[in-house]
């Protein structure tokens, strides 16, 4: 089965610190995703990689970055952490290099509180 | 922005037929129709996706209609490891970055 890891399950830290992130995927996934999910809202996609050293904005980038320096690992980060960053974070991996039918495969999230 | 319309919650009972409807009314000839899943505390899963014709896999059936406004997911014996929040989204464009997730239906099995 495909697996996708998120490094921490909870995480808690201070405004204003930088918060990494990290997602290892191990079925050499092409695309990653970077997603947020708040109660009401959905999932929000943040960033998204369709190959190593490339990136993409998705729908709400502003405070976030990323890093892909291999194909297997997708790092978020925040560079200065702040009180409306806290939200889970979930990471995504799918196969397809973008045909249709796609099929994304998440890990269990990162709950990060900023306080 | 979401273009489907579901239920926000459903209830079911235990190993009887779980149908789950989704309206995607502005859906364009070739975006295809997707069911996700998510337990608690877990990330979403991929059930089933179809673009015309009815699709079944090991964990559901999609049923969509024939002007393609509209779906229905059918978990045809629902247990109580089926309570989750379901997402029907449709995909728009190519990419998986063109797939937005709702709030979906929360669908309660219940005992």
């Known amino acids: 089965d495909v697996k996708v890891t998120q490094s921490s399950r909870y995480l808690v830290k201070r405004t204003g610190e930088k918060v990494f992130l990290e997602c290892v995927q191990d079925m050499d996934h092409e695309n990653m995703f970077w997603y947020r999910q708040d109660p009401g809202l959905g999932l929000r996609l943040i960033y998204f990689s369709y190959d190593v050293k490339m990136k993409e904005k998705g729908d709400i980038p502003e405070g976030y970055s990323v890093s892909r320096e291999k194909k297997e690992r997708f790092s978020l980060i925040l560079e200065s952490a702040s009180t409306n960053q806290t939200s889970m974070y979930l990471c995504?991996?799918?196969?397809?290099?973008?045909?249709?039918?796609?099929?994304?495969?998440f890990g269990s999230g990162t709950q990060l509180s900023v306080l | 922005d979401a273009k489907t319309t579901q239920p926000p919650s459903m209830d079911c009972a235990e190993g009887r037929a779980a149908n789950l409807p989704c309206n995607h009314s502005?859906?364009?000839?070739?975006?295809?129709v997707y069911w996700y899943r998510q337990i608690h505390s877990q990330g979403p899963q991929y059930i089933i996706h179809g673009l015309k014709n009815n699709e079944t896999n090991e964990m559901a059936s999609l049923i969509i209609t024939e002007d393609r406004k509209s779906s229905t997911l059918i978990l045809p014996h629902a247990t109580l490891r089926d309570t989750a929040v379901y997402y029907c989204?449709?995909?728009?464009?190519?990419?998986?970055?063109?797939?937005?997730f709702g709030t979906g239906t929360r669908l309660t099995v219940i005992p």
């Open positions: 502005t859906i364009s000839g070739n975006e295809y």
């Open positions: 989204i449709e995909g728009r464009g190519f990419g998986a970055n063109n797939l937005f």
């Open positions: 995504a991996s799918s196969p397809l290099p973008g045909g249709q039918g796609e099929k994304l495969f």
